[in-house]
């Protein structure tokens, strides 16, 4: 399907033209006149914007160095009140050719109707272009007949032109049974609906539980503190309420693990980028197994030489992703930026006071030509059955 798409593109390396500039929150606005000694013991964690004074190079990348493949975005209405993320899917287009990305996966075609509605307005569409994931109503496993139902709807949904499944983190965190336990990612249940998908030829890709400072206490130690003082509802701290992260990590790779025949994806680095040896152990024991990078670029580049040996030991597991909806080409240049650079110590988020993923910066990878269009292009092929 893509292999017949051509973009104009240079087999290049990542070497770009660095340009100087003084490393800074741009738009952040400066404070007038000094504050006391007091007002400064004083001062709030969320008034605390500091500006580093590094001067770094920051270094352009403008176009994937490969046709790129983002595996992991929210284009379709299940996440904007029935709206569409993307207005004018032909304008995202135009900034897909901006920027060398080949491809976007739609991970919001839902069930029934609404499948059919995300694959005519962007895959059928836009050939090449797009490819749109159903999702699974969870919630019928309480049901009697909830496998049977899950399996069907899983077939009517390729039917319709899903080419994959993404499972939600919905499963251990808020998902119940009929009895009001909730139904982690391991019950025989989940691993028998997944099953079928592996029998459709539907890969998973699959989000569990959050980031570690999530589940860890709410107090001035949490290192996302910021972020979940703003997201009170995406703290999962409360063990009457919530399984611990480990728990649910080990029901990830216990499902994996159950599901041999179905090709799976670990969103977000696996789900764990706090704990790449974690990561790795699943590689290593799960040939059906990959990882892609979404939504977790303030983690993996707070420890980038880890993550780069990670990526040397399975170049051919590791995917391209962004997580950022709607698409923007100053988002998909930073994740080139990351990848395909040496550039240190810069912001992954330019522009807001406040890092909204932990109060530090992150440092590029400087991947070299063969691995990076095996995680931008070559690995998703693969995987999505291209």
Excluded at 99 to 127: H, K, Q
Aim: proline letters at 7%; hydrophobic letters at 40%; charged letters at 25%.
């Amino acid at each position: 399907m893509f292999d017949s798409f051509a973009l104009p593109y240079s087999r290049r390396t990542a070497t770009r033209r660095p340009r100087s500039r003084p490393h800074c929150a741009e738009g952040v606005p400066v404070t007038d006149a000094p504050l006391s000694w007091e007002e400064l013991r004083e001062l709030p964690l969320a008034s605390w914007t500091p500006v580093p004074q590094l001067r770094l190079p920051a270094t352009d990348a403008d176009r994937a160095a490969f046709p790129a493949i983002d595996v992991h975005n929210h284009l379709g209405r299940w996440l904007s009140d029935g709206e569409w993320m993307i207005e004018d899917p032909a304008a995202l287009v135009v900034v897909m050719d901006e920027t060398n990305v080949e491809c976007v996966v739609n991970l919001d075609g839902m069930w029934g109707d609404e499948v059919t509605a995300n694959v005519e307005r962007y895959d059928r569409s836009f050939p090449g272009r797009f490819l749109t994931f159903c999702q699974l109503e969870w919630e019928r496993l309480a049901e009697p007949d909830g496998v049977a139902a899950l399996q069907a709807s899983l077939a009517d949904s390729a039917a319709r032109g899903a080419r994959g499944v993404k499972i939600w983190k919905s499963l251990g965190l808020t998902v119940r049974d009929a009895d009001g336990t909730l139904i982690l990612p391991d019950d025989p249940r989940v691993v028998a609906v997944v099953e079928r998908a592996g029998e459709l030829g539907l890969p998973a890709l699959i989000h569990t539980a959050d980031p570690k400072a999530f589940f860890a206490p709410l107090d001035a130690c949490n290192e996302r503190l910021d972020e979940l003082m703003q997201m009170r509802e995406w703290w999962f701290g409360d063990r009457t309420v919530h399984p611990t992260f480990d728990r649910l990590l080990a029901a990830h790779r216990a499902l994996v693990e159950a599901c041999p025949g179905t090709r799976f994806i670990g969103a977000h680095a696996g789900c764990a980028a706090e704990d790449l040896d974690l990561v790795e152990g699943m590689l290593d024991a799960c040939p059906n197994y990959t990882i892609d990078i979404a939504g977790r670029m303030a983690e993996l580049g707070r420890q980038p030489r880890r993550f780069r040996r990670l990526i040397e030991r399975h170049p051919d597991r590791v995917l391209f992703g962004t997580d950022i909806y709607p698409a923007e080409r100053e988002q998909f240049r930073l994740h080139f930026r990351f990848l395909e650079t040496e550039d240190e110590a810069f912001s992954y988020a330019p522009g807001e006071p406040v890092p909204p993923q932990g109060r530090w910066t992150v440092s590029a990878l400087g991947l070299d030509a063969s691995t990076l269009e095996r995680i931008y292009r070559t690995n998703a092929l693969r995987v999505l059955g291209i």
